[in-house]
């Protein structure tokens, strides 16, 4: 297995990527022909859940767009499950210590790098038994910061063998700061980023950023993160309705009204 989006990041490329919270097959098949490099499907907040999981992973299997699943806990079972499902990384919500990060990382990784469970359940049909050969080198783990002691951690979390990249929670993280989740601008949340930022250059990590909109995302990949959603299925459909609608309704589609963003 070749992880496509984990090349890039090790190359400090910038890459983007689209979130998906809808369990619809034939939606994936569209949102990933898109020029985008991965597709996160979430576990924690989407309204979908594992067996959903197994009809979105083989949907798009063949397309160079790298299924990553954001687990709903760091748990080894749930992290476990989604990459035998065929997930090439996983986003792990909520860590808050370098032992969660340390948890997170022995749960993606086979005997001895880790304690991964053998049982690749789809990896071994698409590329048979060799798929444990590279697997631990090629399955991202990423690990989210987003609470105030994952931010107070941060440098030991950084600093954990086995993690590939930092990810933002930017609404959890706002909570964990005493703001408005959104309030992005205010100087506790951009500091935040700064500390996250560079704990990632220190570390040689991917540093990545949950998106709310295709303009946070181009902002963020150009204040230095590696990766950005810019946006979620669900975003995109109301972005879209509501252009269309302002169209039809002879108010221009540039007058829509704005789509709220966020999922
Ligand atoms: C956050 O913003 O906290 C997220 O986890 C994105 O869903
Ligand atoms: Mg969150």
Known sequence: MLNLALQKWRAKEPSLGIWSNLPDIHMAEVLCRMD?????FDLQHGLMDYSDLTRLLPAITGVPT???VRVAANQPEQIG????AGAQGVIVPMVNS???ARRAVAACRYPPQGSRSCGPMRDAMLE??????TANQQVACLVMIETAEGLRNLDEIAAVEGVD??????MDLCYGLGLAPGNFTDPAFTGAIAAILKACEKNALAAGIFGVSGEMA?????????????GTDISFIRAGALQTLSAAQGKGKDNAPNPRGGY
């Open 36 to 40: 985008v490099d991965w597709i996160c």
């Open 66 to 68: 790298t299924p990553l």
């Open 218 to 230: 181009a902002n963020s990949i150009a204040s230095g993160f590696d990766f950005a959603s810019i």
């Open 98 to 100: 370098a032992d969660d």
């Open 81 to 84: 499950k989604a990459l035998d």
């Open 128 to 133: 048979g038994m060799s798929y444990l050969a």
């Open 165 to 170: 990249g930092l990810f933002v929670g930017p």
